[in-house]
Nanobody
Framework: QVQLQESGPGLVKPSQTLSLTCTVS??????????WSWIRQPPGKGLEWMGA???????FYSPSLKSRTSISRDTSKNQFTLQLAPVTPEDTAVYYC?????????????WGQGTQVTVSS
């Protein structure tokens, strides 16, 4: 059973870079048809998909965040990372990594537990 775990700083200053890593166990990030996404949920708001890196290594981003977002992966460590810059207090949210199987239709079948990131000076 695949497991995902987010890690990174819980506090980031405005104008700086938010960096998070998702470590995957129990499955490879290069397995065909799986997409590996970053999703966030600001306080009192719904889930927002930020972007993804599929098994092929290409990347996809939400149009609203594309100019500030970068997703990469390290296949040797079975990890993928999120960078968001520059951040503002509006980027305060719980950040999740998640997996979707595009051979099985829409939806996410595995999630990390989420990590709280607060943007504040």
């Amino acid at each position: 059973q695949v497991q995902l775990q987010e890690s990174g700083p819980g506090l980031v200053k405005p104008s700086q870079t938010l960096s998070l890593t998702c470590t995957v166990s129990g499955g490879s990030i290069t397995t065909n048809y799986y997409f590996w996404s970053w999703i966030r949920q600001p306080p009192g708001k719904g889930l927002e998909w930020m972007g993804a890196v599929p098994w092929s290594g290409s990347t996809f981003y939400s149009p609203s965040l594309k100019s500030r977002t970068s997703i990469s992966r390290d296949t040797s460590k079975n990890q993928f990372t999120l960078q968001l810059a520059p951040v503002t207090p509006e980027d305060t949210a719980v950040y999740y990594c998640a997996r979707s199987d595009h051979s099985a239709g829409p939806g996410f079948d595995s999630w990390g537990q989420g990590t709280q990131v607060t943007v504040s000076s």
